[in-house]
């Protein structure tokens, strides 16, 4: 079973940025696609963006295109979400999951997730 740990989150200004952190343990992750998705008060869990195995492919919502970047260090065991340009509606509380092997569009078999954290943006 791997563990999923996210840090990083905060009160930030719109406009402004923050970089999102998600570690593993007691499995890899090397092999697996992650994503990251979010779930504002009231709100469904909608999906964020995702990056393959190799972190050659990545794929994101329309919402946040441009604006945010999903990363990945296999050697760290550590999956990263940089946001920019941030606003007010991305005010959630964010989660990283562990997906499938296999890189499909849109990615797929979020099974693994962690405890999330929370992004504030002010007005």
């Known amino acids: 079973q791997v563990q999923l740990v996210e840090s990083g989150g905060g009160l930030v200004q719109a406009g402004g940025s923050l970089r999102l952190s998600c570690a593993a343990s007691?499995?890899?992750?090397?092999?697996?696609?992650m994503g990251w998705f979010r779930q504002a008060p009231g709100k469904e869990r909608e999906f964020v963006a995702a990056?393959?195995?190799?972190?050659?492919?990545?794929y994101y919502t329309n919402s946040v295109k441009g604006r945010f970047t999903i990363s990945r260090d296999n050697a760290k065991n550590t999956v990263y979400l940089q946001m920019n340009s941030l606003k007010p509606e991305d005010t959630a509380v964010y989660y990283c999951?562990?997906?499938?092997?296999?890189?499909?569009?849109?990615?797929?078999?979020?099974?693994?997730w962690g405890q999330g954290t929370q992004v504030t943006v002010s007005s």
């Open positions: 999951a562990r997906g499938s092997i296999a890189w499909g569009i849109p990615p797929r078999g979020f099974g693994s």
């Open positions: 990056i393959d195995w190799s972190g050659g492919r990545t």
């Open positions: 007691g499995r890899t992750i090397s092999t697996h696609t």
